[in-house]
């Protein structure tokens, strides 16, 4: 049987236990497990050496600890009210345009989002600040989900973002060039969005009426509020870009920065020290859970030789690079039907990665080719945590207005997709999007 063959069956054990509602941890690692025992001909004692250095070979990697420090600052960062006043600030500059609350709320997403490198936890937070403001003003449901459902996305894609590390891990990438790289294509997503709340309310008047006027004694104010979340975002970033600081030595600082902060500003107490110590060690768990399934399941696929006949027959193939770039991102898209974009990149960076490498885009080098798809796939993953079936962060928004029905929801959410497929075709026809910081920075 071929490696592919072996592959399609590994594959096919797992969307049958996913199906039955089996954690994807468990799920990836299962049968990771039954494809490498299948492989060494079905003698346990392989997979049992395997298995008791397993933890210690993934978790005893430096550059995880990044992981559970970036969860730590975005929950501090959201039981610290800090992203109350980073919704204030931008509303307090864009409220009184028509649409400008909605404006506001995709603004402070991409804010929190560099602060906090979690979407899930960017659409939830930014949601339970945003939604009373876009109701008191009578925002329809529809944009008011929309907007906050397509602004959580921002939360990986401006970065810090933990798919991002987990991506870098897997391909031994620099975490710093591929958060320098995302932050162009991150503010153009959030200007994206903007522009589509500014159509939507053009073609619809009444579903984003403008706010009231704030006065500069109040803008300065609330400038002056968000001053130091924005010190700690450039304390993170130029730390990392200056060189005076590796991720996690600049991860741990921001953490550290953003506790103080929480504490000092009157918005956390001891309670949300520990609610925020707790949050982050149940995410990590998870996150790491998933990462050890992951490994599971992608030293089987490695045994099997799948990847590498893959590579090799998409090469015999003559199939233009772009079509098969092309391929792979819509099979992205169809797998954030079903999964979260965390297992989706550990899924499938091990098999898409070598099919990549081995072809010519523009005559780019291997890394600046691999800090390009690393981009793109974190854009298409982020896109499947809007659309339907699953659309996670649709889920969250509407759970937290219930008075909008789930299909408004959707609805709401359908401008934002063609935002955000305007922006995948943009950085495909021009990857230096993604490159120019990178090669002007000398990260």
Not at 49 to 54: D, E, G, Q, W
Not at 161 to 168: D, E, K
Not at 268 to 288: H, K
Not at 378 to 400: D, T
Request: charged residues 10%.
């Amino acid at each position: 049987m071929s490696g592919i063959a072996i592959g399609g069956l590994i594959f096919s054990g797992l969307m049958l236990l996913l199906v039955l509602r089996v954690p994807i941890g468990i799920a990836m690692f299962t049968a990771g497990a039954a494809g490498y025992f299948y492989l060494t001909d079905g003698q346990a004692l392989p997979l049992l050496n395997f298995l008791k250095n397993l933890a210690y070979a993934r978790l005893s990697n430096y550059d995880i600890v990044v992981i559970p420090l970036f969860l730590l600052m975005g929950q501090f960062a959201t039981h610290g009210g800090l992203s109350a006043a980073l919704f204030r600030f931008v509303e307090a500059f864009m409220g009184h345009f028509k649409g400008g609350i909605a404006m506001a709320a995709v603004g402070a997403c991409a804010g929190f989002g560099a602060i906090c490198g979690s979407s899930l936890a960017t659409a939830a937070t930014m949601g339970q600040v945003a939604l009373p403001q876009l109701r008191r003003f009578g925002y329809s449901g529809a944009l008011s989900t929309g907007a906050l459902a397509a602004g959580g996305t921002l939360g990986i894609m401006i970065p810090p973002s933990v798919p991002l590390v987990i991506y870098a891990i897997l391909t031994q990438e620099s975490i710093g060039k591929l958060f320098i790289a995302a932050v162009l294509p991150g503010l153009i997503a959030m200007v994206g969005y903007m522009l589509v709340v500014k159509i939507m309310v053009t073609l619809r008047p009444a579903s984003g009426p403008a706010g009231p006027r704030v006065p500069w004694s109040e803008r300065l104010g609330a400038t002056l509020h968000v001053a130091p979340v924005l010190l700690v975002f450039l304390v993170v970033i130029v730390g990392i870009y200056g060189g005076w600081a590796n991720p996690t030595e600049a991860a741990a600082i921001g953490a550290a920065a953003c506790g103080v902060l929480a504490v000092v500003s009157g918005g956390m107490r001891g309670r949300g020290v520990v609610d925020s110590i707790l949050g982050t060690a149940q995410a990590t768990a998870m996150i790491y859970l998933v990462l050890l399934g992951a490994d599971m399941l992608n030293t089987a696929l490695a045994l099997s030789q799948m990847p590498v006949e893959l590579a090799a027959w998409v090469q015999a193939s003559a199939l233009s690079p772009m079509v098969v770039m092309v391929a792979i991102l819509v099979i992205y898209i169809f797998l954030g039907c079903v999964m979260d974009s965390l297992a989706m990149i550990l899924l499938t960076i091990p098999i898409f990665y070598p099919v990549v490498m081995g072809l010519d885009f523009y005559g780019m080098s291997s890394t600046d080719k691999s800090v390009w798809f690393g981009i793109l796939a974190l854009m298409v993953v982020e896109i499947g945590l809007v659309h339907p079936p699953v659309g996670m962060n649709v889920f969250i928004i509407n759970r937290l207005a219930k008075d909008v029905p789930l299909v408004e929801t959707f609805k709401g959410v359908v401008p934002f997709l063609v935002s955000d497929f305007v922006r995948i075709a943009l950085l495909l026809a021009f990857p230096s999007i993604s490159l120019v910081l990178v090669h002007n920075l000398q990260v």
